[in-house]
């Protein structure tokens, strides 16, 4: 390959060393999950025993148990099922300066997100977490890709993630995306594989930011792609397309176009290394697109390795419209199951989608999907859950995360010694209920493609929105066709309301009994998910690179935004 980065065989023999020692670790640890569990369990609490939540729950009673059993039976008797809200005025005590409320001493860091309510969720990550999870679990995850692709780090990296600092706490302490904290502290040697530096992740409008990106990422040859929402693959197919003269012309003659938002300094601070004058490489991507056409990753990044990204639960939609996209070699490495709030494992396998769940690292507790709505639901241990069968995680972090319910579906699939995998299914506020129907987003995805294959008529993007005041669903879809009319896109909705009550005898008594009433169409313009991404990024605040979104809601912001979209 030409153009490899310096010194790549030594990030090879970093990863090999570091990344060993962890799978080993955590190899070791699986072969007993209920001491590792126990063990993680009471280092957690015995850390916080002096914290404001610890000393009110009784940590230091609960970690006098003598054996795993008790310690995990005093632990739910002293601790209650936990969501964001009932950690909020902990959180808040923290933000504003209090030492020791949920853990010793003060956060590194807060990673934010949207919550239930309309103030976002402020998750602390303390400095021990980031170090033994966070960095611990990616070494793994670089050096499990780096096995099934041993020239992954050979070449450039594309990577794109959210912002490391995006603001603060009252106290100071920064807020920002966990991911971005990750990219910017990674070793030196690693850093030489960016094609981007860090501070173009500080171009503060969003297509402003994607264009200087994708232009660095490029203008070079890529080995590997790192982003977590394949959503982000499919823009950044379309606006190399919808851009190319103007990228060519920037790769040509070393500059970004004026038409992007992109201040002096961080211009400075690309020009200084990652972004010269290349007119060769401006004459090869002309030529490719005079004989392709449409030109696609394949074609500008022939070298590609590996490209990591979700293609778990809704997902998978995105996934499923770029894999052909790349290159046959290429291979798609799961990003594995990861909230804001935990890294609960590792994908160790390329082409799969299973997380092994690291009990070592992450007390986690199981409540069968059957039991959602217990008060009292029967938790499962890690070690004690079944292959095929569903559950809601409850995680107990050394960030100040205590039995927090992660209202996330997943999958057993499998196991590692007595450590499950998991595959994530849907967030369970992914199922809508206007009159008692439980209507599931799986469902409805799964109806959306039953009813392409009845019709004929391909469906890229779809939403589903819950009226509570029309007591009816509005089912919002672009076609591939954009030529198709609303009256035949009505009558792909009357096939998927058919489909959907065979899916769902609930949903069909509802519908019979005209509690239900039929859903009604409309019909979106091309990139509709696109442009719905853009608007919320820019104006609501949302971060890009974790974006993602259930397919049926009942949100009634979001179903105005999605009004704003519809064809006229």
């Not at 993630?161 to 030196?188: F, H, L, N, W, Y």
């Not at 851009?243 to 920037?250: A, I, L, R, V």
């Not at 160790?348 to 009990?359: A, L, P, Y």
């Not at 499950?420 to 199922?431: A, S």
Request: net charge positive; proline share 4%.
């Amino acid at each position: 390959m030409k153009g490899k980065v310096k010194g790549w065989w030594l990030i090879r023999l970093a990863l090999t060393i570091v990344g060993r020692k962890g799978f080993r670790e955590m190899t070791r640890a699986s072969k007993n999950g209920k001491e590792a569990l126990a063990k993680n369990l009471r280092q957690t609490l015995t850390l916080s025993k002096d914290t404001v939540y610890g000393k009110e729950h009784h940590f230091g009673e609960i970690i006098k148990a003598k054996t795993p059993d008790e310690l995990f039976e005093l632990y739910r008797k002293n601790v209650h099922i936990n969501d964001y809200e009932d950690l909020r005025a902990y959180v808040d005590r923290h933000k504003n300066g209090e030492p020791s409320v949920l853990i010793p001493g003060r956060p590194k860091m807060y990673s934010t997100t949207s919550g239930t309510t309309k103030e976002p969720k402020w998750i602390p990550v303390s400095d021990m977490y980031y170090k033994q999870v966070y960095r611990t679990m990616n070494q793994i995850w670089f050096y499990a890709m780096m096995k099934s692709r041993p020239h992954c780090y050979s070449l450039r990296s594309l990577s794109i993630v959210g912002k490391a600092i995006e603001g603060a706490a009252p106290d100071g302490t920064m807020s920002g995306s966990i991911s971005g904290v990750i990219q910017r502290d990674v070793p030196i040697f690693m850093k030489e594989t960016y094609s981007a530096p860090h501070d173009a992740f500080y171009v503060n409008d969003y297509k402003s930011r994607y264009y200087t990106l994708i232009l660095l990422g490029l203008a070079k040859d890529i080995s590997i792609i790192i982003t977590a929402n394949p959503s982000t693959l499919v823009e950044l197919q379309n606006n190399v397309n919808e851009n190319f003269e103007t990228y060519c012309d920037d790769i040509e003659h070393g500059t970004i176009n004026k038409k992007f938002d992109v201040s002096e300094e961080i211009l400075t601070a690309v020009k200084r290394k990652h972004l010269k004058p290349n007119p060769k490489r401006a004459a090869e991507l002309r030529k490719m697109k005079a004989k392709y056409g449409t030109i696609l990753p394949k074609h500008y990044w022939p070298n590609l390795q590996i490209v990591t990204c979700w293609f778990s639960g809704n997902t998978k939609i995105y996934y499923d419209r770029i894999r052909d996209s790349y290159p046959a070699q290429c291979l798609f490495h799961e990003f594995g199951y990861i909230s804001t709030e935990c890294k609960a494992g590792v994908v160790i396998k390329s082409n799969c989608r299973e997380t092994v769940v690291f009990g070592h690292k992450n007390y986690i507790e199981f409540i069968h999907e059957s039991e959602i709505d217990n008060p009292a639901p029967r938790i499962y241990q890690a070690y004690e859950v079944e292959e095929g069968k569903r559950y809601i995680l409850l995680v107990t972090t050394c960030s100040g995360l205590y039995r927090y319910n992660t209202n996330d579906l997943v999958l057993i699939t499998g196991f590692v010694n007595d450590f499950p995998c998991i595959e994530f299914i849907q967030k369970v506020n992914g199922t809508v209920s206007l009159t008692g129907e439980k209507l599931h987003e799986q469902q409805f995805i799964e109806a959306v493609r039953e009813t392409e294959k009845k019709t004929g008529k391909i469906a890229p993007f779809f939403v589903g929105f819950a009226d509570p005041v029309k007591s009816r669903y509005k089912f919002y879809l672009e076609f591939a066709d954009q030529q198709i009319s609303i009256t035949e896109a009505e009558e792909f909705t009357k096939y998927l309301d058919n489909c959907l009550m065979e899916y769902n005898t609930e949903y069909r008594d509802k519908r019979v009994s005209n509690r239900l009433k039929e859903p009604e169409t409309a019909l979106l313009g091309p990139e509709a998910y696109e442009r719905f991404k853009e608007i919320c990024v820019n104006q609501k605040g949302y971060r890009e690179a974790q974006f993602k979104f259930n397919l049926l809601m009942q949100d009634e912001m979001r179903h105005a935004l999605f009004k704003e979209l519809v064809k006229k």
